[in-house]
């Protein structure tokens, strides 16, 4: 039976870590951002993370983007200077293709800092890529 089963691969959606000045706040400060590289639009996308480490948890935090259009891009979430030092997980869903689609994300914890950014596709600022 489970290899009846056909599990798409997913390809160009990537999640990325981008350090922003926030000027209400006067401050630099982390987001996540949910990038559609594809050539066709991500219908009803499902976003859960969460922080954890052996110790500590975060609650568990849940997005909808009803249509992210081809070659575009989403903020999905702020993410605390607190959680940065844990591993932080986005199990992302999304149907594409008359399919539906899975891909988990993870940034291991203090892998989003400022020795790691990096030119991003899409988005005009610098960030960490997870592919």
Known sequence: MKK???IPEVNGVYLAAVKQFNK?????????YLINDRDDALDMVLIVSRGFSEKDQTSVMRHKIEKLPPKSFAKVEFLQEEVLALNNEFQVTFFAENKMF??????????????ALR???LIPEKGILLK
């Open 119 to 121: 030119e991003l596709p």
């Open 4 to 6: 009846d089963i056909d």
């Open 102 to 115: 899975e891909k988990k994300f993870l940034f291991r914890k203090n892998t989003i800092n400022d020795k």
């Open 24 to 32: 209400d706040f006067r401050a630099e400060e982390w987001n996540a």
